[in-house]
């Protein structure tokens, strides 16, 4: 293979990663529904990714797709439409748990059938800093073109810490406030988005295509 087939391949590394989060998002969606345990948790002793979570990797790696297209117009638009709807269910769903003791939307779509499950501060956390890299990516006027790099190398490092956990000691994870609740799936999901976030080429951002 040449050295430019080489680097065309590798330009779309962000699109393979981030559609590995998008496709675990989608396995929780499917696994609420069909009641497929090994989609919503891996393991039966480990927490869930809850619907909402999993809707907003959905909509984030839809969000970030449409980015990647440099399009100014409707795309753009519905990047930042995603990207806003899913502040919206972590500012609910958060607030409802940690005000209220709720499980906030998914409680209100599934009742008692998602039991004790939530959406973690963590993954509430984490979801909040991928909404910042799809925008920091597409802003043409962003200040802070290194934005997403940092948050992306604190959301793969956390990632991988949580998943870590899992393969040791899950309960080890849950004990700590802001991960209880936080599932391997949506650590993985985080994993493989903020790992596209890193390797985002930057003549695709929105600085460089709008103003440089």
């Known amino acids: 293979m040449?050295?430019?087939?080489?680097?065309?391949a590798f330009a779309f590394a962000p699109l393979l990663l981030v559609a590995c989060s998008a496709v675990i998002g989608l396995s929780g969606l499917l696994g609420w529904g069909l009641d497929i345990v090994a989609l919503t948790r891996g393991m039966p002793e480990f927490q869930s990714m809850v619907p909402s979570t999993a809707f907003s990797f959905v909509l984030l790696c839809a969000a970030f797709a449409f980015g990647w297209?440099?399009?100014?117009?409707?795309?753009?638009?519905?990047?930042?439409?995603?990207?806003?709807?899913?502040?919206?269910?972590?500012l609910v769903n958060l607030s409802c748990y940690l005000f209220l003791g709720h499980g906030g939307l998914d409680a209100l779509v599934l009742g008692e059938a998602l039991g004790a499950d939530h959406m973690a501060v963590a993954t509430g956390i984490g979801l909040l800093m991928a909404c910042y890299c799809v925008i920091g990516l597409m802003a043409p006027d962003n200040p802070d073109i290194d934005g997403p790099v940092y948050f992306a190398i604190a959301g793969v490092s956390t990632s991988l810490g949580v998943i870590a956990g899992h393969v040791v000691d899950a309960r080890t994870i849950y004990e700590i406030g802001v991960f209880h609740g936080m599932s391997a799936n949506s650590a993985l999901a985080f994993f493989f988005f903020f790992s596209a976030v890193l390797v985002f080429p930057f003549d695709r951002t929105g600085r460089s295509v709008f103003r440089d």
Do not use: M
């Open 2 to 8: 040449h050295e430019s087939e080489t680097v065309g």
């Open 69 to 90: 297209t440099c399009d100014g117009g409707w795309r753009a638009r519905l990047a930042y439409g995603g990207v806003f709807t899913v502040v919206a269910i972590v």
